[in-house]
């Protein structure tokens, strides 16, 4: 394969056949471009997607209540179903092997929260430890709720980011006491919301937050997410029986007609995960389809030039084989020629593909697109791929023109 | 040099079959200067591909040099092509894209001669031809004659045995085919074997034997005086 006179030989024949040359190279280089970039782009929606969807867990059941609309064994519509810590601890048994993490909640919108002389109004939310992994809440500073904070009514804090820039600016707020409606709490920890958009939060205990508000018993809202299986239909399927499943059990224990829509309500973010993920899925497909659209093009324009090449040197075949070539050495020149044109533009068209990416990449500020990258191997067999068809495009023709016989392709004017 | 022994050759023509050359026997000596004649369809093309084993007779014997040529693999009868012979067509059949010295340089790069070597050879047959101030141009730079005193050099680069020439003044007006014969008669006079496929009766004269061709046969195989191209013009 390396002989330098051959590839003296090739050179020359480059060289002097610019157009041609440089006509093939767009082609291939352009169709790898194309296909680097497309599929640049679709792995950065599905990045950027994912990321949107990160801020909360995306296998979480939420159940909430509110009144009544129809009327049910002798009960008038318009009645308030309350929600009770007895209710939560019964679904919680019942399903206590579906569920991954679970927390009841009790929470106050625009309740006034003082630090010095700084005051704002927060939701704050009796929560549990586990409903840090519901909201996906990160710990910056300090530490969430645990369980003894639960168990002795501790009265502790842990505030969002915002609060802590509205209440405390520069100040370390950990340890610091602040004032919800006008009871000291403790300061214990800062979380931040990976989708920002739910620190404006200040959590406190549960059984705090039931006695604070004066709620006896009374729950808001229950939140579970569901164990998943490494089958993700499977689990949408097992969530969906599950929500509809606590939906009825409510609606049994509370006296609600099953079909009234309004007194108990479950939504399930996982089935709209699944929604979100064909999407992505069918967005990725759609890529790739028009990315392999664009290989073939790439394939069959190849192919043709090479053809026409061919074509175009039957004569010169002709004369190189009365002047003493072997047809192997014909056609070894054609074909290393155009693996050396195709894989040269092929790996021009990848980097100049993946350096764009590169470039502009990180410069992309929207939520829909996030960090478009290239699998390189993907990228790289596409290369293969392509040159491997231009080859097998110029091999058939070259083959059949070193069967001519010499005198038939110089005879033909 | 060429020994031919009742050659025959036939093409299948779509349903028939197409003798084209019936029983042919002739030899040709070192340092001869052959036209083979006839009229289009006479077999003198078919004669000459065999002759330059870039095709098969069907039945007859074909010594060249010595070597049979019969059945030959693609490698030997691509080492016998380059070495033993070579050729001169009508159309010159230069490549486009290469200098009038690479184009001579060429089949020396089919006998694996390294670069320098082959451009100091080539250098040397273009000068013989009288193109050595044309070396660099491309074959569209040349006039009809000097692409064919190009693709004449070319021939010679080889040394070889054997020059075959397929209609070499077919494209050439009457002065410039009088200077390629010149030339050609000079190349013989040094020695070297010429075998010209012509139907120009002028052109034919000025070789030393001319074998005329009537289908298939031949019909007339005798010595002329050679006409040297320096009197006839």
Same mark, same amino acid.
């Given at each position: 394969?390396?002989?330098?006179?051959?590839?003296?030989?090739?050179?020359?024949?480059?060289?002097?056949?610019?157009?041609?040359?440089?006509?093939?190279? %767009?082609?291939?280089?352009?169709?790898?471009?194309?296909?680097?970039?497309?599929?640049?782009?679709?792995?950065?929606?599905?990045?950027?997607?994912?990321?949107?969807? $990160?801020?909360?867990?995306?296998?979480?059941?939420?159940?909430?209540?509110?009144?009544?609309?129809?009327? =049910?064994?002798?009960?008038?519509?318009?009645?308030?179903?309350?929600?009770?810590?007895?209710?939560?601890?019964?679904?919680? $048994?019942? =399903?206590?092997?579906?569920?991954?993490?679970?927390?009841?909640?009790?929470?106050?919108?625009?309740?006034?929260?003082?630090?010095?002389?700084?005051?704002?109004?927060?939701?704050?939310?009796?929560?549990?430890?586990? =409903?840090?992994?519901?909201?996906?809440?990160?710990?910056?500073?300090?530490?969430?709720?645990?369980?003894?904070?639960?168990?002795?009514?501790?009265?502790?804090?842990?505030?969002?980011?915002?609060?802590?820039? /509205?209440?405390?600016?520069?100040?370390?707020?950990?340890?610091?006491?602040?004032?919800?409606?006008?009871?000291?709490?403790?300061?214990?920890?800062?979380?931040?919301?990976?989708?920002?958009?739910?620190?404006?939060?200040? =959590?406190?205990?549960?059984?705090?937050?039931?006695?604070?508000?004066?709620?006896?018993?009374?729950?808001?809202?229950?939140?579970?997410?569901?164990?998943?299986?490494?089958?993700?239909?499977?689990?949408?399927?097992?969530?969906?029986?599950?929500?509809?499943?606590?939906?009825?059990?409510?609606?049994?224990?509370?006296?609600?007609?099953? /079909?009234?829509?309004?007194?108990?309500?479950?939504?399930?973010?996982?089935?709209?995960?699944?929604?979100?993920?064909?999407?992505?899925?069918?967005?990725?497909?759609?890529?790739?389809?028009?990315?392999?659209?664009?290989?073939?093009?790439?394939?069959?324009?190849?192919?043709?030039?090479?053809?026409?090449?061919?074509?175009?040197?039957?004569?010169?075949?002709?004369?190189?084989?009365?002047?003493?070539? %072997?047809?192997?050495?014909?056609?070894?020149?054609?074909?290393?020629?155009?693996?050396?044109?195709?894989?040269?533009?092929?790996?021009?068209?990848?980097?100049?593909?993946?350096?764009?990416?590169?470039?502009?990449?990180? $410069?992309?500020?929207?939520?829909?697109?996030?960090?478009?990258?290239?699998?390189?191997?993907?990228?790289?067999?596409?290369?293969?791929?392509?040159?491997?068809?231009?080859?097998?495009?110029?091999?058939?023709?070259?083959?059949?023109?070193?069967?001519?016989?010499?005198?038939?392709? %110089?005879?033909?004017? | 040099?060429?020994?031919?022994?009742?050659?025959?050759?036939?093409?299948?023509?779509?349903?028939?079959?197409?003798?084209?050359?019936?029983?042919?026997?002739?030899?040709?000596?070192?340092?001869?200067?052959?036209?083979?004649?006839?009229?289009?369809?006479?077999?003198?093309?078919?004669?000459?591909?065999?002759?330059?084993?870039?095709?098969?007779?069907?039945?007859?014997?074909?010594?060249?040099?010595?070597?049979?040529?019969?059945?030959?693999?693609?490698?030997?009868?691509?080492?016998?092509?380059?070495?033993?012979?070579?050729?001169?067509?009508?159309?010159?059949?230069?490549?486009?894209?290469?200098?009038?010295?690479?184009?001579?340089?060429?089949?020396?790069?089919?006998?694996?001669?390294?670069?320098?070597?082959?451009?100091?050879?080539?250098?040397?047959?273009?000068?013989?031809?009288?193109?050595?101030?044309?070396?660099?141009?491309?074959?569209?730079?040349?006039?009809?004659?000097?692409?064919?005193?190009?693709?004449?050099?070319?021939?010679?680069?080889?040394?070889?045995?054997?020059?075959?020439?397929?209609?070499?003044?077919?494209?050439?007006?009457?002065?410039?085919?009088?200077?390629?014969?010149?030339?050609?008669?000079?190349?013989?006079? @040094?020695?070297?074997?010429?075998?010209?496929?012509?139907? @120009?009766?002028?052109?034919?004269?000025?070789?030393?034997?001319?074998?005329?061709?009537?289908?298939?046969?031949?019909?007339?195989?005798?010595?002329?005086?050679?006409?040297?191209?320096?009197?006839?013009?």
């Amino acid at each position: 394969m390396f002989d330098i006179e051959r590839w003296q030989e090739i050179f020359d024949t480059l060289k002097k056949n610019k157009l041609r040359t440089f006509l093939t190279g %767009l082609s291939v280089a352009s169709g790898i471009f194309i296909l680097v970039i497309l599929l640049g782009f679709s792995k950065g929606i599905e990045n950027g997607v994912k990321s949107e969807f $990160q801020r909360d867990a995306t296998n979480c059941i939420t159940i909430w209540t509110g009144v009544t609309s129809k009327e =049910y064994k002798g009960n008038n519509p318009g009645r308030y179903i309350q929600l009770k810590n007895d209710d939560y601890n019964l679904i919680s $048994q019942k =399903y206590s092997d579906y569920i991954e993490y679970k927390a009841p909640l009790y929470q106050r919108w625009g309740s006034t929260v003082t630090y010095k002389n700084e005051t704002g109004n927060y939701n704050v939310r009796g929560a549990v430890p586990d =409903y840090q992994f519901i909201e996906n809440a990160d710990i910056s500073n300090g530490r969430f709720l645990n369980q003894s904070d639960i168990d002795e009514f501790k009265k502790v804090v842990v505030i969002g980011n915002n609060v802590r820039k /509205d209440l405390f600016k520069d100040e370390d707020p950990i340890d610091k006491n602040v004032l919800i409606f006008g009871i000291n709490f403790k300061v214990v920890g800062v979380f931040y919301d990976p989708g920002g958009w739910e620190e404006n939060i200040a =959590y406190i205990p549960i059984t705090t937050a039931q006695r604070v508000f004066n709620a006896g018993d009374n729950l808001r809202n229950m939140l579970f997410t569901i164990k998943m299986s490494d089958n993700f239909s499977e689990s949408v399927i097992l969530s969906n029986n599950i929500a509809r499943g606590i939906e009825s059990d409510l609606k049994l224990m509370h006296s609600v007609a099953p /079909d009234d829509t309004s007194a108990v309500r479950v939504n399930n973010t996982l089935e709209e995960a699944a929604k979100i993920y064909a999407l992505i899925d069918t967005i990725a497909a759609v890529f790739w389809f028009v990315g392999i659209g664009t290989i073939i093009a790439g394939i069959v324009g190849v192919g043709n030039i090479m053809l026409i090449i061919v074509k175009e040197r039957t004569k010169e075949i002709g004369v190189r084989k009365a002047l003493g070539a %072997l047809p192997s050495s014909i056609i070894g020149m054609i074909l290393q020629e155009a693996i050396f044109v195709t894989m040269f533009a092929g790996l021009f068209g990848l980097i100049a593909g993946l350096g764009l990416l590169e470039l502009i990449g990180p $410069q992309i500020q929207n939520d829909y697109l996030k960090y478009p990258q290239v699998n390189f191997n993907v990228a790289l067999t596409t290369v293969f791929l392509l040159v491997f068809a231009g080859s097998l495009a110029g091999f058939i023709p070259a083959f059949r023109a070193v069967k001519i016989k010499p005198i038939d392709a %110089l005879r033909d004017e | 040099m060429i020994q031919i022994k009742d050659l025959h050759k036939s093409y299948q023509v779509g349903a028939n079959k197409l003798h084209v050359l019936k029983g042919l026997n002739f030899n040709v000596e070192e340092g001869e200067l052959v036209s083979i004649m006839g009229s289009s369809g006479s077999g003198k093309s078919t004669l000459l591909n065999i002759l330059g084993m870039l095709d098969e007779a069907d039945s007859g014997e074909y010594i060249l040099d010595g070597f049979p040529i019969k059945k030959l693999n693609e490698k030997v009868a691509a080492k016998y092509r380059n070495e033993f012979l070579g050729f001169v067509f009508q159309s010159f059949n230069l490549i486009n894209y290469k200098s009038a010295l690479d184009n001579v340089a060429l089949p020396l790069y089919y006998q694996g001669i390294k670069r320098k070597e082959r451009i100091e050879k080539a250098e040397y047959y273009l000068e013989k031809v009288g193109l050595i101030e044309w070396a660099e141009h491309l074959p569209s730079e040349l006039s009809g004659g000097q692409k064919q005193r190009v693709a004449i050099a070319r021939a010679l680069a080889s040394n070889p045995k054997v020059l075959l020439a397929d209609e070499p003044t077919g494209a050439l007006d009457s002065t410039t085919s009088y200077e390629v014969m010149e030339l050609l008669q000079g190349i013989n006079d @040094e020695g070297k074997t010429i075998l010209v496929v012509t139907h @120009e009766h002028d052109i034919a004269n000025m070789t030393k034997r001319i074998v005329n061709l009537k289908d298939g046969v031949i019909v007339s195989d005798e010595i002329v005086n050679q006409k040297r191209v320096l009197q006839s013009v």
